[in-house]
């Protein structure tokens, strides 16, 4: 069987049973994408349908980018309840997700400069990842096989939206309590300075094979917090004044 196919049916298997599976090496991103088509397809998360949620993001402005569509049954308000859920990991980001006004083609995409991506942008809201694997080396595996299993994505909560207005991004100060330990604050810490400046390449990504995104798209643009893990148990709280919360309990 081919690593592609190979690692679909993993992933698949994985899902299904809750049982972790031996990350399987895979040549390029281009494989990685093609295992994230296949295992939703294979699990019927959009069916005809184009994703209407993503994640994206870059460690720092100079790596590549990396993208996943999101599934559906995994998308909850906030304040959500995760109780019974069946993560190995509880890995939390603080994010900032972005909702696109308009709809975005691949025309638009492919002359879309940073500077102007967030007038395709209506409105914001605080959102917490928690960050899973259905790899047994869970963050160990490689790099390419986390981009497979939607860059190691569990679930996302997304807070109340906002009018995404402009802000002083190097300013920002982002909250997170986890459980009883002390609440940490970060300032200014998203990797790439400003969230939506995830949005060109994403949008190239998303619609590279002639998709249209339609307006109320959402994307999640990456962490402010680092990876602090959750336990059973713990309610997590992610605060970004003037903007908002988002909630979670595990």
Known sequence: MDPIA?????????RQTGTAAAAVPLPDAAAAYAVQDGVAQGLGWFGDAVPRHWKSGAPSPDALQTHAPLPPP???ASPADARGR????????????LRLGREVDAELAARLEADAASALVDAMCVAIEIVDSRWAEALDAPPLAKLADLQTHGALVLGAWVPFIPRDWAGQV????IGSLPMAEHRGTHSLAHPARVLPAWLRH?????????????????TWCGLPLAAA????????PGIGIADVQF
Do not use: K
């Open 6 to 14: 190979s690692a679909v049916q993993a992933l698949v298997r994985a």
């Open 206 to 222: 998303a619609t590279r094979d002639g998709r249209r995104l339609p307006a109320g798209t959402i994307v999640t643009t990456g």
């Open 174 to 177: 982002c909250r997170v309590a």
């Open 74 to 76: 995994g998308v909850w």
């Open 233 to 240: 148990g713990d309610h997590v709280h992610v605060e970004f």
């Open 86 to 97: 069946p993560f190995r990991l509880r890995g939390i980001e603080a994010e900032i997700a």
